[in-house]
């Protein structure tokens, strides 16, 4: 318990006087009484009840304000898990109370800490002034043995009262005053004045620290998962977690199937809890090890990673006059085609798309026609030739009736045919007003809508129409992030109706929202990760990953938010190599 204690000293003993030095005897009054007394009235602490790694704020509270300078009080705490802020707190001068934070660390076992708080004592000296004119300042020594030996306790002005706070509880303590000239010198000891400082009253507050319940289990299910599944593990305590609840660290020796945040937490009260881990894209069947750990004593679950069958990546080789297959991971799968006129032959091949069979379509630039092929390569099909109807076939893709949309880059037109080859309708003409194209007509996309973009590259703008070839809207130059001279090269829609384009001046892919505002891009013209060059083909697989052509010889890979993944395909005419790859396709 804290004191503040004056000891007002009233007998008085003159020294002798003789000389300058004489001149300055000075009377310290020996006497001690008690003055204002306040101590420690109150110590609580709030919560009382903790688990490990928790604080409780604890408030100390004096039986009056505390005087000018402050009231120090002293801590102290039985338990070694107990930390506290410091040796001492202090009452601000007026204040009644003050608080601090005390933090237990690990607790293994249910056990208490008794918190203390002393009131710190202090002498009050008072002495009479030196009658000598020329006195500067006067000093204060102190000892512990009467007849000193003394040391120092403080040089003052020419103040005539000195409080001492630094002072042990139970200690007497013996005072001699001196008096200094302008000169320096120093009048001989004044008498000897004592203090016994009483034993500081003290105030206790006890905490409850309670050890948590056993880890006891951690069950996931289900235990098995394919890509984009979840699992639904449940931690369970061997009895009820305490006031403020238990935290459990969590870990994953799998990237695959990570978890949540790290922890997790038990409410207090509850015996368990749960936590979700959703696999991501999983290669490969493997498994993963969750571990969930309380206090140095963990359980673990083990969860099974089924990989689901791979969707093939199909890369217009054209360079090479082939098709490319990979799977989404970048590994090499196969090929097909060759350079010539023949059936599953190709002399400039464009574009490609992919029917709802998983079948394979081509346009064949040079040789002014379209063909089929199964998932795997074997030739189906062709129709076309060169002015029936088209002459360079560019563009193509598929409509949700399984109908096949070419575009003519040398007639300006788009065509529509039957899976049969036979011409349904068409729309375009030479030009550059709505519905027109401005020569070198390229790709051709269907949105979440059914609407059909086309790219019409000769005008910088990418033109919108409904399946019945009717104009809608365009996403002009000036509305890019690549004016004027926005070249668009291949489309691809997410399911919130957001349109990426692939841009080939600027060499971007361009992101714009569902009211076709530009929103941002990704890439730029380079030969490191995340630059391209030309190539323009664009896919999105299963995952929202999207697959870009380079004419560096590769694809690049970018998540859904346009962050680079990886890259795959090296330049030159070998198996997995690639010679300015364009379109580009992903199976269903």
Request: charge should be negative.
């Amino acid at each position: 318990m804290l004191r503040f204690l004056r000891w007002v000293i009233m007998k008085k003993l003159r020294l002798a006087s003789s000389g300058v030095i004489g001149a300055m005897a000075i009377v310290l009054s020996p006497n001690a009484g008690f003055g204002q007394v306040v101590s420690v009235s109150q110590l609580v602490c709030n919560p009382n009840n903790l688990t490990s790694g928790m604080s409780t704020t604890c408030t100390v509270t004096l039986s009056g304000a505390a005087p000018a300078g402050g009231k120090e009080v002293l801590l102290s705490s039985n338990n070694a898990i107990m930390s506290l802020p410091g040796a001492s707190v202090t009452v601000p001068a007026g204040a009644t109370s003050s608080t601090f934070k005390a933090t237990v660390g690990s607790i293994s076992s249910n056990q208490t800490a008794r918190l203390t708080a002393t009131g710190q004592n202090s002498v009050l000296l008072n002495w009479t002034a030196s009658g000598s004119p020329n006195v500067t300042n006067y000093n204060v020594y102190r000892g512990v043995s009467s007849g000193g030996p003394y040391s120092i306790a403080t040089t003052l002005g020419v103040a005539t009262t000195y409080t001492d706070y630094n002072l042990q509880n139970g200690q007497t303590y013996y005072y001699v005053t001196t008096a200094v000239d302008n000169t320096g010198g120093e009048s001989t000891y004044s008498n000897q004045a004592s203090a016994s400082v009483p034993s500081g009253v003290s105030q206790t507050a006890t905490v409850n620290l309670l050890a948590p319940g056993i880890l006891s289990s951690l069950v996931c299910n289900p235990s098995s998962l394919s890509s984009g599944a979840a699992t639904i593990c449940t931690v369970t305590l061997s009895s009820a977690a305490p006031s403020g609840g238990i935290v459990i660290s969590l870990s994953s020796n799998n990237p695959l199937l990570p978890v949540p945040a790290g922890f997790v937490t038990v409410p207090a009260g509850a015996t368990s809890t749960t936590f979700t881990a959703t696999a991501v894209t999983i290669p490969t069947n493997q498994s993963v090890i969750l571990t969930a750990t309380l206090n140095g004593v963990s359980q673990t679950a083990t969860v099974g990673l089924v990989a689901t069958a791979s969707q093939a990546v199909y890369v217009v080789d054209t360079g090479n006059n082939r098709v490319e297959m990979f799977d989404t991971s970048g590994n090499y799968i196969g090929q097909f085609g060759s350079s010539g006129s023949g059936n599953g032959q190709f002399n400039g091949l464009g574009a490609i798309a992919i029917d709802a069979s998983g079948n394979v379509w081509v346009t064949d630039y040079w040789n002014s026609r379209v063909e089929e092929f199964s998932s795997t390569g074997t030739y189906l099909s062709q129709f076309g030739s060169s002015g029936n109807p088209f002459y360079r076939p560019n563009g193509i893709a598929i409509d949700a009736n399984g109908n096949i949309w070419v575009s003519d880059e040398y007639a300006s037109q788009v065509y529509e045919f039957n899976f049969s080859g036979t011409v349904l309708g068409s729309f375009g003409s030479p030009g550059s007003g709505n519905g027109q194209f401005g020569g070198n007509v390229g790709a051709l996309a269907f949105d979440k809508s059914g609407n059909l973009w086309v790219a019409d590259e000769g005008n910088h703008r990418a033109e919108i129409f409904t399946p019945g070839g009717s104009y809608v809207n365009q996403i002009a130059a000036s509305a890019s992030g690549c004016n004027p001279n926005f070249t668009p090269l291949g489309f691809v829609f997410d399911a919130s109706g957001d349109v990426f384009v692939s841009e080939g001046n600027c060499v971007t892919v361009e992101k714009f929202n569902s009211s076709y505002i530009y929103v941002g891009s990704i890439g730029g013209w380079g030969y490191g990760n995340g630059t391209y060059r030309i190539g323009g083909g664009l896919a999105v697989d299963s995952n929202g990953n999207f697959y870009v052509t380079s004419y560096n010889g590769n694809v690049e890979v970018y998540n859904s938010t346009g962050t680079y993944q990886f890259q795959f395909g090296t330049p030159g005419s070998g198996s997995g190599q690639l010679d300015t790859p364009a379109g580009i396709a992903i199976g269903k």
